[in-house]
């Protein structure tokens, strides 16, 4: 069974950086796409970025020039570089695969998901 842990998570002054990781394991095969979303107290889910096995990318207009997202396959490992960060980037972050590998941010698409790890951009 798929298992994803993120972790990376932390305290950072804003203007700062984070670089989260997301690592895959159990029964897995290289066609699946990696989405992260976000979670902040009192709001809703939303998607900041997703990759697919071929690598095509997405993101949210809110992170787009700011967040960088990647993977490594042989180390089934995705990664979501934060640079800039803001006050409104804390959240619990998620990683989620996508096993039909599309190019979305919808969480209705994913269908497993991490445990979430924290960010918080405050000074």
């Known amino acids: 069974q798929l298992r994803l842990v993120e972790s990376g998570g932390g305290l950072v002054q804003p203007g700062g950086s984070l670089t989260l990781s997301c690592a895959a394991s159990?029964?897995?095969?290289?066609?699946?796409?990696v989405g992260w979303f976000r979670q902040a107290p009192g709001k809703e889910r939303e998607g900041v970025s997703c990759?697919?096995?071929?690598?095509?990318?997405h993101y949210a207009t809110s992170v787009k020039g700011r967040f960088t997202i990647s993977r490594d396959n042989a180390k089934n490992t995705a990664y979501l570089q934060m640079n800039s960060l803001k006050p409104e980037d804390t959240a619990v972050y998620y990683c989620?695969?996508?096993?039909?590998?599309?190019?979305?941010?919808?969480?209705?698409?994913?269908?497993?998901w991490g445990q979430g790890t924290q960010v918080t951009v405050s000074s």
């Open positions: 989620a695969v996508d096993k039909h590998d599309g190019i979305w941010l919808d969480a209705r698409f994913y269908d497993v």
């Open positions: 159990g029964v897995i095969s290289d066609g699946y796409a």
């Open positions: 990759i697919t096995s071929t690598e095509d990318t």
